[in-house]
């Protein structure tokens, strides 16, 4: 179901009107030429992913740490978007937090974990990005893996394994499948 879910020029004009910096914009549109990647061989609600993949660090146009998900999450609620939108930009951190991690993080009690396809596709496709290039899941394992996140990491991991499943192979093939600076079609950079 895509019922209340911004397209694409919409949600690029919603990350303008946050005041969001074209360094996040990029980022976000990098994410999404990822997530398109996934969609091509997985069976996932497209509109959605793609609506998740754009806006889910919106909330960087205030706060650039960990609460930056809720925070996004919120402004995307209020405007009055789908939940399952709101839901996909609150659980994009890494593979999700337990309710450890989010104590440990300082952010309040609630769900941090993505549990659709389309909440992991978003969370991966993120972990496949960094700032504006397309790498390998071992990048985002091994930072999790150097701020001694081993839970966190071994959760990437799995659920890197499970969606190379879907995909058909290992989706470490997406740097070289689309490039690592892929061409985005939602802007000109
Ligand atoms: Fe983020």
Not at 55 to 72: K, M, P, W, Y
Not at 81 to 93: A, C, G, N, P, Q
Not at 110 to 121: A, H, Q, V
Not at 178 to 185: A, F, N, S, T
């Amino acid at each position: 179901m895509s019922r209340n879910v911004p397209d694409e020029s919409s949600c690029l004009r919603i990350l303008r009107e946050a005041g969001c910096k074209k360094r996040v914009v990029v980022h976000c549109c990098t994410v999404g030429a990822v997530a398109e990647e996934m969609l091509s061989k997985m069976d996932a609600d497209r509109r959605l992913v793609i609506a998740g993949s754009l806006l889910h660090d919106i909330g960087r146009s205030v706060d650039n740490g960990i609460a930056h998900a809720l925070i996004g999450s919120e402004i995307i609620g209020k405007m009055g978007f789908s939940e399952d939108l709101v839901s996909i930009i609150r659980k994009h951190i890494g593979a999700g937090l337990d309710d450890a991690d989010a104590e440990e993080m300082g952010l309040p009690p609630g769900d941090y974990m993505p549990r659709t396809i389309e909440e992991k596709i978003v969370a991966h496709a993120d972990n496949m990005v960094s700032d504006n290039r397309v790498v390998s899941h071992r990048y985002s394992v091994e930072k999790l893996m150097s701020k001694g996140a081993v839970r966190g990491a071994e959760r990437m991991e799995s659920l890197h394994r499970e969606l190379s499943k879907l995909y058909g192979a290992d989706l470490d093939v997406i740097p070289c499948a689309i490039g690592e600076y892929p061409k985005l079609k939602w802007i000109s950079n």
